[in-house]
Every structure is written in C-alpha cells, then in structure tokens.
C-alpha cells in the first residue's frame, strides 16, 4: 500500500467530519501528553482515511509518525490471545468453553483456579486475583466482572501446553502468517519502525518487553495492520478472497459468551472483545450501532469493528499517562461516536 496515507473521504460533508474525527483525536492526543497518533479507518473491505501526526518520542530529531510506525497496543493484544484459543477449539485441543482450566491445566486441580472455566477467562468473569505466584478467590465465577491479567495468564499458560509453543510462535504461523499481516509482532529490541519511548522509563506503563513468548504486553503493529486485525474478524477470516482462517473462530470469538449468570449492570464480552450494550462502564460510544465490537489498550491504541457499517476504525496513540481529570472512558466513546457518524451509510 505504500507509506503515504490514503485520501480522505470524497464530499465536502465527509471531509468536514473528517477533519473533526481527526481534531478531536489531535487535541486528547495533546491532552494525555501522547507524542505519537494516527487513524485509520476502513469501510467496505478498503481504506477509506488515514491520518498520522507528531513524533515517536520528545526528542527534537525523533522520527516522525508515518505508515510505517508500530505502536505498542497493550491490551489489544488480548484479542491475538482469544483467537488463538479460538482456533485451537476448530483444531480439536479445546473441547469447549465451559470446560475448567484444570482439564488442560491439572496442576490447578487443587488451587482456586482450577474450577475456573475458559469462558469465565475470556469474559473477565473469574473472580480471580494473582500475587505471588499464587491464584487468589475474589468472587464467585460468573457472578461479577473485574478487569484484570490473571486470566490472561492462565490462557497463556494453556495455548503453550496445548501447541507445545509460544504465543508469539502460535500468533505468528496459525494467524498473523495466513492473515498477511505483517508489521505485527512481540518486540524486545529498538528498531527504527518501533514507537518505543515508553521503555525508556525505569517503570514503563506498558510493562517489560524482555520476552518475546508473547506474555507481556509489548506487542506492536502498525495503524494499517490492526485495521487489518479488526477487517480479519469483520471478513471472518477471509484474506483476499480466500478462507484463510476458520470463519467459526470468528463467530465464536466476536458473540456474547459473558455467562447468563452475570447480572445485567456489567459489560458484555466475546471472547475478551468488549461488545456494545448499554450498561454503566461500557467502552463503545451509545452512537455506535448494535453488534459493534471493540478492544482498547492502555497505551490508548483502539480497534472497533462496527459490522452494520461494514467498517473498521483504528485510533493510536502512545499514551505514557492520565492526567489529572482525563476520563478514558468518555474518550473512547467519543472517539467512536465521532468515527460513527462519519462512516454511517448515506452520509
């Protein structure tokens, strides 16, 4: 596709939302103290917008934000992890969702863990807390939700005894491979194309990045290849006219799977993909339609998948802070509303 971006929406009205999308995104970007930002949005199978602006760092001769920059997306990488158990329950090693962690994992049999089910892991529905090593109970499995890793790192211990591999080594030859993206990955050293600021602090916000396993959070990936992540769930795993990945991983990955125990306040789950609906601490603006689907890291990187649109919407930042007063929540929702309104059909 080449490094320059893609031309802007064709109209005088389009052009005009766009330039309030991307307004909008350059002023939080200037309010969170974020060095680095970009847009791309993505209707009908092809790139409609793209935008990039500042640097990857506060160094006067840093690199300007290009095609060609990888963020680190934080929890967005949750999602590779969902699909990978996706596709490992379409290859037989999974039975089901509702099996307990210790009928792969039985070293949990005895521990507060071990009852847990996978689909209390993807739906942040466990009720479990992890210090020293150790499993914690918190609450009664599928009766709260509570964002937090340590079902994430129960997943990520499964995919590895199940492919006798890596995450990052399962990611990149069942998925990333076929789906042809390749300006995604888990990165531990400084390269050029890498938005890496944040590593220079002795405490970085996003976490180490001294594994390449695929069990931190430094997985990076260009605006252009996490709106390619968001098109591969919206085409069901079809990548350029052909069935490159199992279309049920998908369904299975993007439907409700939050247990019907859950009481109705909490928010809504695919498999770690954060689903619309109408509750208190929902993530997706109230202007986004039905059946839209979203993922969002800490560094503020966001991919939303709005299928009534055909259309997916990618915003980056390198989000080091929260200032004072800066509520995410009501970010994002904005953010989402505004790239709505521009991608609704005869707009």
């Not at 006067?60 to 934080?74: E, H, L, T």
């Not at 329950?89 to 070293?107: H, M, N, S, T, V």
Request: hydrophobic share 35%; net charge neutral; glycine share 10%.
């Amino acid at each position: 596709m080449g490094d320059q971006p893609f031309p802007i929406f064709n109209g005088a009205g389009l052009k005009e939302s766009a330039c309030l999308l991307e307004d909008y995104a350059s002023g939080m970007r200037k309010e969170i103290g974020a060095t680095a930002a970009a847009i791309c949005l993505v209707q009908h199978g092809r790139p409609v917008y793209e935008w990039y602006e500042g640097t990857h760092d506060e160094n006067p001769d840093s690199r300007p934000v290009d095609a060609r920059s990888q963020f680190n997306v934080g929890s967005v990488r949750k999602t590779y992890l969902a699909l990978a158990v996706s596709l490992l329950i379409e290859q037989k090693r999974i039975r089901r969702l509702d099996d307990p962690i210790a009928a792969y994992l039985p070293e949990y049999g005895n521990s507060a863990a071990g009852s847990r089910t996978l689909r209390h892991l993807l739906t942040h529905t466990h009720g479990l807390s992890l210090s020293d090593g150790r499993y914690h109970p918190v609450f009664e499995p599928g009766t709260r939700w509570a964002y937090g890793n340590a079902g994430i790192a129960l997943l990520f211990e499964l995919v590895g005894r199940l492919t006798d591999s890596t995450l990052s080594e399962f990611v990149q030859c069942e998925i990333l491979g076929p789906a042809e993206l390749r300006e995604t990955g888990w990165r531990t050293a400084k390269t050029p194309a890498l938005i890496y600021n944040d590593y220079d602090r002795p405490d970085p916000r996003a976490g180490p990045n001294d594994s390449a396993a695929g069990d931190q959070s430094n997985l990076f990936a260009t605006a252009r290849d996490l709106a390619g992540w968001g098109l591969l769930h919206l085409r069901k795993g079809v990548v350029g006219g052909r069935q490159a990945l199992p279309a049920a991983a998908f369904d299975r990955a993007t439907a409700l799977q939050t247990p019907s125990s859950l009481p109705a306040n909490w928010p809504r789950h695919g498999l770690i993909w954060w689903l619309q609906a109408d509750v208190p601490r929902n993530e997706i603006g109230d202007a986004v339609p039905p059946g839209s689907y979203q993922t969002l890291g800490i560094t503020g990187c966001a991919c939303l998948v709005i299928p009534a649109y055909d259309a997916v919407v990618v915003r980056m930042y390198n989000q080091l802070e929260n200032p004072p007063g800066y509520d995410y929540l009501q970010d994002i929702r904005t953010f989402g509303n505004k790239a709505a309104v521009l991608l609704r059909p005869g707009r």
